[in-house]
């Protein structure tokens, strides 16, 4: 049953309810400091206060200006979601608000701004004329959609726990896409790219930081060189601890150099230059995709550098452990994608490293018998091929 709370001389309607795991609490101001006028405003509340419970807000005469009838207030998807995105801020990564802003506003371009949130169910997800099927025909991959069915149904879930603006929760699946190999660029692939002759060599440096680093695409604008570290924050890292990436000297200036170039474009006036440094470069590297035709049967970006570190370092080190450390995994289940791909194959695609490997076959047998996470001493990390060290 609803209660009267009085604060700073104000009444206010308190409602409370039982969200699945602990009771939740609204206040409706009542908007007078007259305890009988309470009394009236708050009889009002508990005629409705199951369809308050249920989601449905209304306007009473004393919230209106120019006073009149209750009304139902009907909350729009547009509304529901521009509340959802300020509840995020602090909470979760920028980048994190910023996937979801893409994925709900492709909900809104399908579903409509206008559409009631408390009609919205899984059909419209599922269905076949739902979210899913109009994507797919818009030929949205199955990767992406996935993607932003994840932030949908965040989204979702919070529209029904926290906020109780829907009755029921919307359950829906993601789409089976299997588990795809990681698309690492191979030793060929490499060289090419830093001999393109119309690429400024800053674009190859940033490509080299990324594959003898194996940072994610935006980690070196948003973490900061302490020493021989490159730290990205706990508030800032993806898993969600403290990302530690040891850098050599060379690493450092090249560092240095992507985060001059993102505060560039701070002092030129752009409200983003973190995201803006991010997207040039990976601008950078879909041109350079489509120059050398490197899509060729497998999909390339700047998340491949990446995906190259973690080929590279596998087969360098025999220790998956060590390069789920290195590469900021969250589990160990993670890296052994890599090991999808046979040793010998990744010796072909990358035949500078085997002089580089010491003891195979004492290496095989360590990482088998393996099950703490230790560094492998059988191993050695070298410095890279020669012929990209003038960069």
Known sequence: MASL????????SRVRQWNGVKQIERLIPLKTSNKTDARIRQA???????DIKDGIEYDFPWLKKNGGRTTIKVRTLQSVVDEYLDY?????RPSTINRDRISLNQLIKVLKSNAPINKIN????????GFIRIMLNRGYSITGLNISLRHIRTFFNWCYKKTRYIKE??????LNEGRPLPRYLNEQELNQIYSLAWLDDFYKRAFYFYEHTGCRAIEPFIGELIGDWLIVDVEQSKSKFVRQIQLNNRLKEILLEMQAFRDAYAKNGSTK?????????????????????????KKISLKSFRHTFGIKQVTLTGNIYQVSRDMGHSHVTTTQIYLQYPEQRRLYDFPSLKHLIIDT?????NAIRDTHFRDTDNRSFLNAPQQIDNL
């Open 88 to 92: 995020r801020i602090g909470k979760v």
């Open 122 to 129: 899984y059909t419209h997800i599922e269905g076949n004329k």
């Open 44 to 50: 009002q509340i508990e005629k409705v206060e199951k």
């Open 5 to 12: 709370k009085q604060m700073r001389g104000k009444y206010y």
């Open 273 to 297: 230059p973190i995201e803006a440094a991010y997207y040039k470069i990976a601008k950078m590297m879909r041109k350079v995709v489509k120059s050398l035709n490197l899509s060729n049967g």
């Open 361 to 365: 076959e004492n290496i095989r047998l």
């Open 169 to 174: 929760e919307i359950h829906f699946d993601k």
